[in-house]
């Protein structure tokens, strides 16, 4: 064998136990962080070990201990910021509630002025002409209002305008409700992982967009998958200060009446995954378009 192909064998050897070193090294951080996010798993492993002479016994119990922690620390750390308002990216076809080919079919609007009269006679605030008004009607419940803003985020509210005056959001649920949050429906599934078939841009300003809403209680906003254009059907309403949000979810609007009523959603009881325990409907969802010339939304499919 010559030099050079000594020293290549040589240099592939010194190379593979680096490798095993790190290997080993990353191996005992990971322990170490495991037993810090997890005492008993420590505990367990000493325990274990006290009954363990044999070397091979002891190597198979690391390997298995390897893979426990692993998947220990992974569940850990799977629940970010962005994940909580996610909207999974799940290909529905042919949903019944789906907007598409329904162009032409409206559910009758409502007047705001009429209504909020008969509601509040003393009311002082009114929104200007040209802001749409949204209506939540809940089961069992009081109703939402709110106003949305068409020259911050245009295409956002078109495309949920478009969706309510087509009845879309008609018997849909709120799916995901965390107190000092935000409550979050227009699932056509009511699981957090049912879509359109298409989505919209997100207009905020991390996607070059200049939407200076800030999610503060009260205000509306779109959820999304990690793909900053994933926006349909979904949205939230801030329960809490929810400010790093902002720049990176398109807010469209904020309620003026029945923070209350979010108030008391906020509070209900819920599963392990936020839903709701039992079921917080949107009866409908009417729209007074307030002089706002409504045009259909552009949308990606």
Excluded at 96 to 101: D, K, Q, Y
Aim: proline letters at 4%.
């Amino acid at each position: 064998m010559d030099f050079c192909s000594s020293l290549l064998i040589s240099q592939i050897s010194n190379r593979i136990k680096d490798i095993k070193k790190n290997l080993m090294s990353g191996i005992y951080i990971l322990i170490i962080n495991a037993y810090i996010k997890m005492p008993e798993l420590g505990l367990l492993h000493m325990k274990i070990g006290g009954y363990m002479k044999n070397k091979k016994l002891r190597k198979l119990m690391l390997i298995a201990m390897v893979f426990i922690l692993l998947f220990a620390v992974v569940g850990c750390t799977q629940k970010g910021e962005e994940d909580i308002v996610e909207e999974p990216v799940s290909d529905v076809d042919n949903l019944l509630n789906s907007n598409e080919g329904n162009e032409d079919i409206r559910v009758e609007d409502f007047s705001f002025g009429d209504y909020y009269a008969e509601l509040n006679p003393e009311a002082a605030y009114t929104p200007s002409e040209g802001l749409p008004i949204v209506k939540i009607e809940i089961k069992d419940g009081a109703p939402i209002i709110l106003e949305l803003y068409p020259e911050i985020a245009p295409n956002t509210v078109n495309n949920f305008l478009s969706l309510a005056r087509t009845g879309f959001y008609d018997g849909l649920i709120y799916h995901r409700v965390m107190k000092d949050f935000m409550i979050q429906g227009g699932d056509p599934l009511g699981t957090g992982a049912g879509n359109l078939g298409y989505s919209i841009d997100g207009e905020f300003s991390n996607n070059g967009f200049d939407n200076t809403i800030s999610h503060v209680p009260g205000v509306i906003s779109m959820a999304r998958s990690r793909d900053f254009n994933s926006a349909g059907s979904q949205f939230f309403i801030v329960h809490g200060d929810a400010t790093f949000l902002d720049g990176d979810y398109a807010g469209f609007g904020k309620v003026f009446y029945g923070m209350d009523e979010v108030d008391r959603i906020a509070n209900v009881d819920t599963k392990s995954d936020d839903k709701p325990k039992e079921d917080v409907v949107m009866e409908s969802i009417r729209i007074d378009l307030n002089g706002y010339e409504f045009s259909e939304p552009v949308v990606n499919k």
